[in-house]
Nanobody, 117 residues
Framework: QVQLVESGGGLVQPGGSLRLSCAAS????????MHWYRQAPGKQRELVAGITTGTTNYTDSVKGRFTIFRDNAKNTVYLQMNSLKPEDTAVYFC????????????WGQGTQVTVSS
């Protein structure tokens, strides 16, 4: 059974930082591209950041503020979020997609991030 379990969300003031974690089980982690998505109230889910074996990508609104990285030994992907803004408020979801078999696509349950003073 595949599980992606996010943690690290919470309430933070503007300008603050949070680190999200996503622990994977039931998959061979190193064979998966990992992504962080977010969904704000009333908006569509959007891709925030992704990481393959050697490359990373970010949506423009988080470039220079967010960093995605992975620890294959711990089957975990992280999202370091700095200089947080109120518009970063959303539920953040972890996503795993097999790098060859794209139909092997899994989601976590999400973790709430709220940026507010």
């Amino acid at each position: 059974q595949v599980q992606l379990v996010e943690s690290g969300g919470g309430l933070v003031q503007p300008g603050g930082s949070l680190r999200l974690s996503c622990a994977a089980s039931g998959i061979i982690f190193r064979f998966y591209d990992m992504h962080w998505y977010r969904q704000a109230p009333g908006k569509q889910r959007e891709l925030v950041a992704g990481i393959t074996t050697g490359t990373t990508n970010y949506t423009d609104s988080v470039k220079g503020r967010f960093t995605i990285f992975r620890d294959n030994a711990k089957n975990t992907v992280y999202l370091q979020m700095n200089s947080l803004k109120p518009e970063d408020t959303a539920v953040y979801f972890c996503n795993a997609v097999h790098n060859n078999y794209r139909q092997m696509n899994y989601w976590g349950q999400g973790t709430q991030v709220t940026v507010s003073s």
